[in-house]
């Protein structure tokens, strides 16, 4: 019989509706339920593409005999971290500051008060590796709470007066100049892989938030060492096992330094991030891979994560079945010479092996390989490998797919709408500005209520019950930006002036400092706050950016100094941790180069000249550049106000800290004025 997760949006939840645990969504009913009775609470955290989660539920929840033992002894509850951002950052600090390490699933037993008091993350059915099994930890627990209460209540009370006293000691609200961002860099240098490309050894994250601030120092100082480790990490990528050879589309991260073999799930916030940052680097160099990685992206995310309601879905399984009715990791990825020769026939599979570097013994388990792309000597017949590669795709279409997680989270489909209407915008493909408007619409008619107040996630047309968080404000806020420049239409504008206009009330302090969630939200045990990137900007950088970039477009003196003073962080953390403050510094290149504001007026829709001099604009490369585009005498931005014709041809006016430069109707001459370094 399923239980109370049977109504749920969520697609995480709805896996563990027919489980024996008795699970109950996060709500105020299930603390009471335990104080009621009289338990603990276990809380399990975890997200619909996790691998360990989905070994944790088969192994434990679906169990009958565990099942029983957590329902007389504990109230259970299930949470989707994608959908409670709070909850989880809340208690995985908990976990981080008790046993120095976090992950997913995360296994934590509360007090009825929802106070931690016994933390941990995967947990085996039998007592492995120095790990106590599931049940022994449930059975210590339950002996734990029946017979020492009093320690049990002193050990969660000091956890959360200890989580209290761990406020962020606020850089004040000076932001980074010259010097910081020039120790950010050297401190980026000294932690590079020169042999491999990005930052650290394994497991290796795409470390796109650091590319984008590479790429803006570049283009603001010239700096050739930023844009050779962003090219160079790029390509690394690209040929690696981590990018999908055949399909398109970044997996979550690579287990090894090389990038060769991925975690293989597939997230959509990093496609949208890596997408804008292959465009970007296409943007600043010219670089055929580029171009190629930035379309393959968007062409994958609109094929495999678009939902029937024009949003993005959240997320491809890792897991998928091997054929033999066994969900395996990386099955619908990896391949065998053998498999090679069976859809291509001998000759073209000894071609594809080594244009792929497909090996006898493999890259990955039981002689399988992931497909790359290796530095080799030689040429490659190009049709004879496109040939190739379609036969592949077409073999793979017929495996069975990984799950889709269908969820529509607000923050990553603004991710997704500012790579795409800009790769769409760049490389001439109305598909994907188009793409990119439609779910921009299903935001705004199903995410937003009369308050402009945003709910974080929907799932097939329907809007789910949590509140968004600062994340979703600022990350849709930065789509709806860049549709605002990419389409010409001023709503977008104001629509992302609505959200920002949030942040601003609800959740910044009078110091400048901003909170993950709202003043008016659920309080938890703590209000949670994080400057740091993790695998999405956090959400205090991203509204630092887009305050910053609304702020250019309309000239709002209070949403500049808000965006001045939240990057304070960044003066603070930047010098000291710039590969967790990537998207910060991004946003402090953009403040000290203006940012440059750009109005671009024509005669009309149609007038192929102003046309091609708002694709010009958009492809300046100077940091956090806006623009706008539209008709003489338009309204439709601020920016366009008292902007004639020149001489009756379409015209750009470039301007930039209260200066504006002589408008120009020369692309030549607009491409020059938004080139950094320039003044």
């Known amino acids: 019989m399923p239980n109370r997760l049977a109504n749920e949006t969520s697609p995480y939840l709805l896996q563990h509706a027919d489980n024996p645990v008795d699970w109950w969504p996060w709500s105020p009913e299930a603390f009471a339920e335990a104080r009621e009775r009289d338990v603990p609470v276990l809380l399990s955290v975890g997200y619909s593409a996790c691998h360990w989660c989905h070994v944790m539920a088969h192994e434990s929840f679906e169990d009958e005999t565990t099942a029983a033992f957590l329902n007389s002894h504990f109230v259970s509850v299930k949470v989707d971290r994608e959908e409670r951002p709070d909850v989880d950052a809340v208690y995985m600090e908990a976990v981080q500051a008790a046993t120095g390490q976090g992950g997913w699933p995360m296994t934590v037993f509360l007090t009825p008060d929802a106070e931690p008091f016994y933390f941990g993350t995967y947990y085996p059915p039998e007592p492995r590796h120095g790990m106590p099994s599931f049940r022994q930890v449930l059975q210590g627990v339950h002996q734990a709470w029946s017979e020492r209460r009093g320690e049990v209540t002193e050990v969660a009370g000091k956890i959360v007066r200890d989580l209290a006293g761990r406020e962020i000691s606020y850089g004040g609200a000076e932001a980074p100049g010259e010097e910081q961002l020039g120790q950010a860099l050297l401190g980026l240098t000294r932690e590079y892989d020169e042999q491999r490309g990005g930052f650290g050894g394994a497991p290796k994250f795409p470390p796109s938030m650091v590319i984008e601030f590479l790429l803006r120092h570049h283009a603001r100082t010239g ?81 495999e994560l678009r939902t029937a309601e024009g949003g993005f879905a959240s997320a491809l399984d890792a897991d998928s079945d091997d054929g033999t009715g066994k969900h395996v990791e990386g099955a619908y990825y990896v391949w065998t010479p053998a498999q090679l020769t069976e859809v291509l026939g001998a000759e073209d599979a000894e071609l594809a092996a080594r244009y792929f570097g497909v090996t006898q013994e493999g890259t990955f388990e039981h002689g399988a390989s992931v497909l790359q792309l290796p530095q080799q000597e030689g040429v490659f017949d190009a ?186 962080v960044v003066k603070t953390l930047g010098p000291r941790v710039p590969r967790f403050v990537g998207w910060g510094l991004a946003a402090a290149e953009a403040l000290l180069d203006g940012p440059r504001e750009v109005a671009v007026v024509g005669a009309g829709p149609a007038d192929g000249a102003a046309r091609g001099l708002h694709r010009t604009a958009l492809l300046g490369t100077a940091p956090g550049a806006v623009v706008a585009f539209g008709a003489e005498g338009s309204d439709e931005f601020p920016l366009l106000a008292d902007r004639p014709l020149v001489g009756g041809a379409p015209a750009a006016y470039v301007c930039r800290n209260f200066t504006c430069d002589a408008p120009t109707t020369d692309p030549e001459r607009l491409r020059a004025a938004l080139v950094a370094p320039n003044g």
């Not at 293989?264 to 990685?293: I, P, Q």
């Open 383 to 568: 049709e004879r490998v496109a040939s190739i590669r379609e036969r592949l795709l077409a073999a793979r279409d017929g495996r069975p797919a990984p799950g889709r997680d269908d969820k529509v989270v607000a923050a990553w489909n603004g991710l997704a709408i500012a790579a795409l209407a800009e790769t769409g915008a760049y490389f001439e493909r109305p598909d994907l500005v188009e793409a990119a408007v439609t779910a921009g619409d299903l935001l705004v008619r199903l995410h937003l209520d009369e308050q402009v107040r945003l709910t974080r996630t929907s799932k097939d047309g329907r809007a789910g019950a949590n509140a968004g968080v600062l994340e979703d404000y600022a990350d849709v806020a930065e789509g709806f930006l860049a549709l605002a420049s990419v389409t010409g239409e001023g709503v977008w504008l104001d629509f992302a002036g609505f959200l920002l206009d949030h942040v601003l009330t609800r959740f910044a302090d009078e110091s400048g400092s901003l909170y993950d969630t709202a003043a008016d939200a659920e309080q938890l045990i703590r209000r949670p706050q994080d400057p740091t990137d993790n695998a999405t900007p956090s959400g205090w950088s991203a509204a630092a950016a887009a305050l910053l970039s609304y702020a250019a477009h309309t000239g709002s003196a209070p949403h500049r100094a808000a965006a001045e003073r939240a990057l304070g």
């Open 223 to 303: 700096a050739e060492g930023a844009l050779q480790m962003a090219a160079d990490t790029c390509e690394r990528m690209a040929r690696g096992g981590i990018y999908d050879q055949l399909g398109g589309g970044f997996a979550r991260y690579s287990v090894d330094r090389e990038w060769v073999v991925p975690h293989f799930e597939k997230m959509l916030y990093d496609n949208a991030l890596l997408c804008r940052v292959y465009a970007h680097l296409w943007r600043a160099t010219g670089s055929d891979l580029a171009r190629r990685v930035a379309l393959e992206t968007a062409d994958f995310m609109v094929r």
